[in-house]
Each structure stands twice: as C-alpha cells, then as structure tokens.
T-cell receptor, first 112, second 115 residues
Framework: AQSVTQLDSQVPVFEEAPVELRCNYSSSVSVYLFWYVQYPNQGLQLLLK??????LVKGINGFEAEFNKSQTSFHLRKPSVHISDTAEYFC??????????FGKGTRLHILP | DAGVTQSPTHLIKTRGQQVTLRCSPK?????VSWYQQALGQGPQFIFQYYEEEERQRGNFPDRFSGHQFPNYSSELNVNALLLGDSALYLC??????????????FGPGTRLLVL
C-alpha cells in the first residue's frame, strides 16, 4: 500500500534563508507526487506536482521539488523564504487510482 | 470565477446525530472528492464522485455516505456521529474522472465538532 512520510513535523528557519522540507514515499508501482500548502484557516493549495518527465519540478511562490526514484523521495525546497511562507506543507502521492494519500504535514515557522 | 465552496463553515453536533455537509465545485469541474483532516494530521481520502456515482472509496465505514447531483455539487453524510468524527472536512473538485492527474482544487472546509 502506498504511504507518505514527512520526516519533520516542524521546521524553523530564518527569513531569507533556504529551506528543505523532506518527504519519502512508499509504493509498489509508479506514482504521481504532489506538494500542497495550507495557510491558517484555509483549504489546501497545490504548490507543484510530478507526473512524469523532468525530475526537477518548479511550482508557485518560488518552490521547487526533486523526484528521486532510487531514494523514493520528493523533497521540497525554496532558496529564500519569506514570512508569508508560514504555513503547513503536505506531501502527497497517488498511484493513479483517483485517491491522493497525504503525509502528516510539516509546519514551517519563519523566524524574523 | 467562484472556487470551491463549502457549507456550513462550522458545525457542532452531539454523539449519535447525523450531519450533512455540502460542496459546490469550481466552475467547469465535474469530479468531487471528500477528505477528513483530523487535528494535526494530513487529509484522509473518504471518497470521490464522478457522473453522480462513487468511483473510489477510502478506508471509512459505511456511516460515511455521499451523493452527487446533476449540477455536480455534492453532499457528505455522516450517521451515528462519534467523538472521533470531529475534524475539518475538505472538498476538492477537479475535471474529469482521472482526478489524480488533474489539479484538485480544495475548498476552505467545514469544521465539525462532535460533543
């Protein structure tokens, strides 16, 4: 069965510093991978998705992620964070069966 | 262009009661998925509706049921509420039956508290 592990429940980082949010998945078949962001008291917004092709995926708000099949990872990165990036970030996987399986989330704290 | 809307925004019920949550998809979308997000957890897939039929279901009991109307809006019904049903219920809409490939647009959610 597919599953997603987000290795850090919380990540503090100083404003304008780089950040990496880690995500590992488990699946026996080819997968589709996603990162969603949830701002306080809001629904989820898609940051980026990997379906096929280039393993480096660029998303909105300056975020990017790299699909690594051998390490079954899909880590999210941003070179310079802003206070407005404070949010909960969810990694998710789908095996193409109309279900999206989410990780437990990583809360990003931006320090002034 | 209205995005995904959900009603009500908040709801308080007592154990054993029944609840109905509503979702209107983004304009042009025909597929609706429902998720349960418990406090401090990621969303969990409940089920998906396409062409007024349940296409796929997650690991939720039969107390959770749904419906999709001809205008593509959807309802989530939960019977015999338990304290553990307290959560944020998210609706997501997408285009076509292959929701995993199309971007799923999420609504703001309905926060249900069961006392």
């Amino acid at each position: 069965a597919q599953s997603v592990t987000q290795l850090d429940s919380q990540v503090p980082v100083f404003e304008e510093a780089p950040v990496e949010l880690r995500c590992n998945y488990s699946s026996s078949v080819s997968v589709y991978l996603f990162w969603y962001v949830q701002y306080p008291n809001q629904g989820l917004q898609l940051l980026l998705k990997y379906l096929s092709g280039s393993t480096l995926v660029k998303g909105i708000n300056g975020f990017e992620a790299e699909f690594n099949k051998s390490q079954t990872s899909f880590h999210l990165r941003k070179p310079s964070v802003h206070i407005s990036d404070t949010a909960e970030y969810f990694c998710a996987v789908s095996e193409g069966d109309d279900k999206i399986i989410f990780g437990k989330g990583t809360r990003l704290h931006i320090l002034p | 262009d209205a995005g995904v809307t959900q009603s009500p925004t908040h709801l308080i019920k007592t154990r054993g009661q029944q609840v109905t949550l509503r979702c209107s998809p983004k304009s042009g979308h025909d597929t609706v998925s429902w998720y349960q997000q418990a406090l401090g957890q990621g969303p969990q897939f409940i089920f998906q509706y396409y062409e007024e039929e349940e296409r796929q279901r997650g690991n939720f009991p039969d107390r959770f049921s749904g419906h999709q109307f001809p205008n593509y809006s959807s309802e989530l019904n939960v019977n015999a509420l338990l304290l553990g049903d307290s959560a944020l219920y998210l609706c997501a809409s997408s285009l076509g039956g292959r929701g995993y490939q199309e971007t799923q647009y999420f609504g703001p959610g309905t926060r249900l508290l069961v006392l």
